[in-house]
């Protein structure tokens, strides 16, 4: 018997249809012996139903009404799959999330989980009954609602199963695992049955969406094991583990990509220092995120300094990026919206050596040029032409045997 | 500078324009100098709507999860109403029941108001806010999530000025005040500037449903001034007072009506003791509410018994005092289901003898025949032929001066 942390996101709940079927996936698994605590998220549109109504009265709506608006969503799915559980004879109790006690700061929209408070879940637990607690929303120490932003469910969950010290942490979503790869982008590609949580932080980054990324730090830090499953096939899914010093890794885990990056680059800085902060913090102030920072000193007293933001900040950031390059007297700036970033992810490069030149080499075979380069201790990240991407992301993918086809190889090293 | 407790209902804050249009209005009051607490209810078919997906789920939804479903209606209200008032410049803050410790019973679907914390109420008021709570809902001593049943923000407003105690309780509605009959019977009814609780107590308990009965009780009993309001137009609507001893009364302030009731006689019943609650236990027992009763002994030791149900529960009724008559023995059941109840209402009664008997005249020269009389003390209904009801209205409402016409003489009296 496991004390198990189940959750459902937004298309798994996306009808009474789909609320009965996930009833039953729960009483299928209570049957095993299982304790349970479901955590859900609002009916997919809900939430975005709900903004939309703030959105008629306010342009930008009063953040912490804002979160007493949305946080309902949540508390519609608990008591609907409550009330279908009981329907079929489970025994079964909803609870927002003031009502355990899910205390976070203040932020609102964007809060973060402080504590959770057991007593009532295991007490719950104890007489039998599967608990059902609302995703993405919490209280603040005044009592005040909070949210904890989109994909907020994720991070309840895991904050849920390390409080409770649950067995595991199953996150149901419409994909049946991490993969070595777009599975649209290559045929082949593999699910995995097991990866890193730094892997999966690595991965998220590069735009490898299964879970939010805080909800995988929480992981991390609590030590909760999570799987990633599919809601409506079976499967086992993938295991996220937070400390696997006892497996032998394949230096690569995963190829993944980001086709949305745009890159600026400003050519002849003055090589001083505080020249990056003089550039990026305006860009920070604007609430642009930038992602990859490569500088590089060109000799004759300038550097060059490049950087990527998402192609929907591209527009903006350049606009303040040659208002500040004039202002330090910078030489030139280039750019470049049609860019894609790829990525190599694996735990096992810290015991790999040559990962990076073996990359660069199946890229330089394949004619791709690569513009940027910036690595990690578990990554390498180029950016390259996003024409050609996916023949980059198949060529990685072959040449480190994560396929389907080079499964008997690649097993052998797991 | 007074503290006013406003309440808003369904229809009320309908849409987004109309929540806007009550954001002004609070504003507009706001600005003589009051503090201002609002209480809303669901947006007009929300209660419904989510009613309704608890029904695909569950024929008999639990009580506790349905309470958990239907609370998240109020709750959008009061984010949404927050947001208007703070768009247009106004502070403003929104609580749930359970945020400001509206404590109630544990009976889910129809719990009662035990208290209320009023102290993040009065400290918001104090530094300017306007405070908009979510009526209908409570906690009870564990935490769970409760309602008062339909029209329980009513309730919640009376309580909660009650609680802070406030200088006035305003109730708007779609109507803009209690009349002296119903207009659309009696076009020269009259609105009553001032109405004492006990008169809405038994107007709302003879079908003229302005106001919740409980809300009502409850102004009674904690002495909370109340007015009734038109949300749509202007006008000083009616103030409901718990205590006026110092008043003059008319005899009669108002003539109400009901047509939903049928009529039952059992006759013949053996006149023994615990006759009347064999006949009335088992309909109690299926969830029938039974209003006048009228017993009386015919002599032959035998006595008769009638009383009315809901239309709606008469069928249901007549098959169980069926099987009860053949069990005690009694000689015969006589109904009608064409019947209507006609009453006459006012505190005045108890210091103006006679008012029956003239009630009695007045029907008899209409030649309308009284079926069955219940008498209180400050109420007087008569059961007769529903063909007959609106001319009997008129007649009484004619005959006790209530009307426009006979306003002068009816005004030396109040």
């Not at 198990?4 to 049957?31: L, P």
């Amino acid at each position: 018997m496991a004390l198990i942390v189940q959750k459902y996101g937004g298309t798994s709940v996306g009808s009474i249809e789909r609320i009965r079927a996930v009833a039953e996936k729960v009483i299928k698994t209570r049957a095993l012996g299982h304790e349970l605590v479901i955590v859900v998220s609002a009916i997919a549109g809900e939430t975005d139903r709900l903004a939309q109504l703030a959105q008629e009265l306010s342009c930008l709506p009063n953040p912490r009404e804002f979160d007493v608006l949305l946080s309902t969503g949540e508390q519609v799915t608990i008591a609907l799959l409550s009330l279908a559980l009981l329907e079929k004879g489970c025994p079964a109790r909803s609870y927002t999330g003031a009502q355990v006690h899910i205390r976070t700061d203040s932020a609102h929209n964007k809060a973060r989980i402080l504590g959770i408070d057991g007593s009532k879940i295991r007490a719950d637990l104890s007489s039998g009954k599967v608990v059902v607690v609302a995703g993405f929303q919490g209280t603040d120490e005044m009592g005040n609602i909070t949210t904890l932003g989109r994909g907020g469910s994720d991070t309840t969950a895991v904050a849920l199963a390390a409080a409770l010290k649950a067995d595991e942490c199953q996150i149901y979503t419409d994909v049946d695992g991490v993969y070595t790869a777009d599975p649209k982008v290559v045929p082949d590609a593999q699910r995995l049955s097991q990866v890193a949580v730094e892997e999966m932080l690595e991965m998220a980054s590069s735009g490898a969406k299964v879970m939010q990324i805080r909800a995988v730090e929480f992981a991390g830090k609590y030590n909760v094991p999570v799987r990633v499953l599919p809601t409506f096939q079976e499967g086992p899914g993938t295991l996220i583990v937070a400390h696997e010093d006892n497996m032998q890794h394949p230096p690569v885990s995963g190829v993944t990509f980001n086709r949305d990056e745009a890159k600026l680059m400003i050519q002849g800085v003055p090589d001083k220092p505080g020249m990056a902060a003089h550039i990026l913090s305006p860009l920070s102030e604007a609430h642009i995120e930038v992602d990859m920072i490569v500088q590089t000193v060109t000799g004759e007293g300038t550097s060059d300094l490049a950087f990527t933001v998402h192609k929907r900040d591209f527009k903006q950031a350049l606009s303040i990026v040659e208002q500040v390059a004039q202002k330090i007297g910078a030489k030139r700036i280039t750019h470049d919206k049609k860019v894609a970033k790829l990525s190599l992810v694996g735990v096992g490069m810290r015991s790999h050596a040559g990962v990076a030149s073996q990359m660069f080499q199946i890229l330089g075979k394949e004619e791709i040029n690569i513009q940027l380069i910036s690595t990690s201790e578990i990554k390498i990240s180029v950016i390259i032409d996003e024409q050609c991407l996916e023949r980059g992301v198949r060529a990685l993918h072959d040449a480190f045997q994560l396929g389907a086809g080079a499964q008997k190889t690649a097993a052998s090293c797991l």
